[in-house]
Structures are given as C-alpha cells and as structure tokens.
Nanobody
Framework: QVQLVESGGGLVQAGGSLRLSCVVS????????MGWYRQAPGKQRELVAV???????HYANSVKGRSTISRDNAKNTVDLQMHSLKPEDTGVYYC?????????WGQGTQVTVSS
C-alpha cells in the first residue's frame, strides 16, 4: 500500500506565493518520477511539474519560470514552490508518483488564487 499526503494549499492573493508538500509512505523501494498535477473546475487534470529520481525536471509552460519542484529521496517527499500566482492557477493540486509497481495519486489539496 502506497499513501501520498499533500499539504500547503489554501487561499492566496494574486502575485503571492505558496509551497505545496507531499509525503509518500508505504511499500516503496524506489520512486522513479514524482510530480504535481492540477485540475481546475470544469477542466481536465493537467501536469504542472515533474522531477525524476536523478533530478531532471519538466514544467508546464504555464508555470515555467514561476515554479520550482524539488524532492528529497531520503524522505520520499516532493515539494512545489510557486511564485507570482495568478487566478488561473486555481485548482486542486495532486501529488503523483510513478513506481515500478504502478502510479499513485494523493487526495489533492485546494489552491485558490484571488484577483
């Protein structure tokens, strides 16, 4: 059993910053890719940022330059730091990990950016 617990969401004004954190626990041997996705109301879930076990990163164009994803392999955590937040960043943010045995998701944390 693999569990992902996100934290750090909330209400923030446009132009502000926030940091999302995700802790992964359970039967884990190694985590290949860790990432963050988001889903806005009425829209499909989309990738925000991912990071490989080697530290390679990939960002959605919409957040590139405003976001930093990082991970701690010893603690099985992945963080997403976002700056210059915009109302269109509003949504439920989901932590995601890809293991050898499959892909797992957190329950999501709400981020609301007010204009």
């Amino acid at each position: 059993q693999v569990q992902l617990v996100e934290s750090g969401g909330g209400l923030v004004q446009a132009g502000g910053s926030l940091r999302l954190s995700c802790v992964v626990s359970g039967s884990i041997s190694s985590i290949n890719v860790m990432g963050w996705y988001r889903q806005a109301p009425g829209k499909q879930r989309e990738l925000v940022a991912v990071i490989t076990s080697g530290g390679d990163t990939h960002y959605a164009n919409s957040v590139k330059g405003r976001s930093t994803i990082s991970r701690d392999n010893a603690k099985n955590t992945v963080d997403l730091q976002m700056h210059s937040l915009k109302p269109e960043d509003t949504g439920v943010y989901y932590c995601n990990v890809r293991l050898v045995v499959g892909t797992f998701w957190g329950q999501g944390t709400q981020v609301t950016v007010s204009s």
